[in-house]
């Protein structure tokens, strides 16, 4: 191989690199925006956000109510107060940092992502935790889970 063919089989696994970690820098772009417009715009102010559906049709909570003034207060540094807001909301974020780093790595790497996410055990857990989650903040006893 000559110099020219090293420099260009090198340069082409660079850019292949680069076009491989494009999807988790995008993803990584757009919850940044969505993070920092979310802690510019208060959802604690009215008219900013449309209220939850399920909320305003059923009186009740559902496992999303309070995650986006959760997120404003995180972004606000005030874990404390997001945690009274949605604390499975706030609970999952290390986990989705942990999985976006894991394919972020990856990809750069050239690596195929892994789908032991998608493991169905993980997400019928995932589920079930979520619909209890759902239930117990509605009844009187979980009353500190309500936003």
Avoid: K
Avoid at 36 to 47: I, S
Avoid at 80 to 102: D, E, H, K, M, S
């Amino acid at each position: 191989m000559t110099e020219g063919t090293t420099a260009a089989v090198h340069g082409r696994r660079g850019a292949d690199r680069l076009r491989s970690v494009l999807a988790p820098l995008g993803v990584a772009a757009v919850t940044g925006a969505a993070f920092a417009f979310v802690g510019a715009v208060d959802p604690n102010q009215p008219g900013h956000y449309p209220t939850c559906p399920f909320l305003f049709l059923t009186g009740l909570y559902c496992p999303g109510c309070g995650t986006l003034r959760a997120m404003h207060a995180l972004a606000h540094a005030d874990p404390v107060t997001a945690l009274g807001l949605n604390p499975l909301a706030v609970a999952t974020i290390p986990f989705l940092l942990f999985w976006w780093g894991r394919w972020a790595v990856r990809s750069w790497q050239g690596r195929p992502a892994r789908t032991d996410l998608a493991n169905p055990i993980y997400l019928w857990a995932f589920l079930a935790l979520v619909i209890v989650y759902w239930v117990v903040r509605n009844l009187p006893f979980g009353r500190f889970l309500a936003p």
